[in-house]
């Protein structure tokens, strides 16, 4: 048995020396970037604190990755609801339709939302043809919204479907058959099940949120930079390295306090994480 484990154990290095090179080794020369690249240890990181620009930001960015979270939460819990309480044909389709944009690159995507969004776009011209005045949104944090919902809604769907159709059914029945309301069976009985399924995929969207670079470039401003927006200009543009890299820190920290505080909020609310599944509460 021994024998057997070290000889797994020995065809799994190469893969872990693969994630190493390709990961750990350049976040360390980024992260010893930070401190290195300037006049003083900790100059980057008292420009990254004590810029009103760089403050600007990281708020911003947490502000995004929030509200796209609590979209792509609130729009695909009745959709995924919808495919674990079908089946057959139907099912299938709902599946088809979540997994169409992987189908698409997401530079296609976000030159298409140029072209509804913009001025003279689709989107103006359904509302010219109704009467509506015009709306503005490309070029603003709407916009970058619009474009990170729609490219994140198959991370929120799929969590939650791989979820709630682990669910007994007959639970919420049998709450109704006790005399519980419909609307109460669901929320104290299908929807405390259904939990684990909207903590990963919100830990899912929320990460991936954070990421974001090419929506926000193409849709957004440059006034309204997100993280790594900014961390391009600081690297690419201005050839600052070092707060390139305090802003890449700052991500990572950001990364680390999410897993932690959703790991807080679980344990309050009794949900474990790590099993997806009714049996996961």
Do not use: H
């Not at 057959?88 to 140029?114: D, E, H, K, N, Q």
């Not at 709407?142 to 919902?149: D, F, N």
């Amino acid at each position: 048995m021994k024998t057997a484990e070290s000889k797994t154990q020995v065809l799994a290095w190469p893969a872990i020396l693969l994630v190493a090179a390709a990961f750990f080794l350049p976040v360390i020369i980024i992260i010893a970037r930070s401190f290195t690249d300037a006049n003083t240890t900790f100059e980057n990181y008292e420009w990254l604190i004590g810029s009103s620009s760089a403050r600007s930001v990281l708020i911003r960015t947490i502000y995004t990755a929030v509200i796209a979270t609590v979209i792509t939460a609130v729009l695909a819990y009745p959709y995924a609801y919808l495919m674990a309480t079908t089946s057959g044909g139907l099912r299938g389709l709902l599946l088809i339709v979540v997994l169409l944009p992987f189908w698409t690159s997401m530079m296609v995507r976000a030159f298409a939302w140029v072209i509804i969004l913009q001025r003279n776009g689709l989107l103006n011209t359904i509302l010219e043809g109704v009467g509506l005045p015009a709306v503005s949104i490309l070029g603003t944090n709407t916009a970058v919204l619009i474009g990170m919902c729609q490219v994140l809604m198959p991370f929120m769907v799929l969590p939650l479907f791989s979820t709630m159709v682990g669910i007994d059914m007959k639970l919420p029945l049998a709450a109704q058959v006790l005399g519980a309301p419909k609307w109460k069976a669901f929320l104290q009985v299908y929807f405390p099940l259904s939990l684990p399924g909207v903590f990963a995929g919100s830990l899912i969207v929320f990460i991936l949120s954070l990421g974001f670079y090419v929506t926000p470039a193409i849709l957004g401003s440059p006034r309204e930079q997100l993280l790594p927006n900014a961390m391009f200009s600081q690297v690419m543009e201005l050839l600052q390295w070092g707060r390139g890299g305090a802003l890449a820190v700052a991500l990572l920290v950001l990364v680390g306090a999410v897993f932690l505080l959703l790991y807080l909020i679980a344990r309050a609310f009794g949900v474990k994480i790590g099993k997806i599944g009714g049996t996961g509460v």
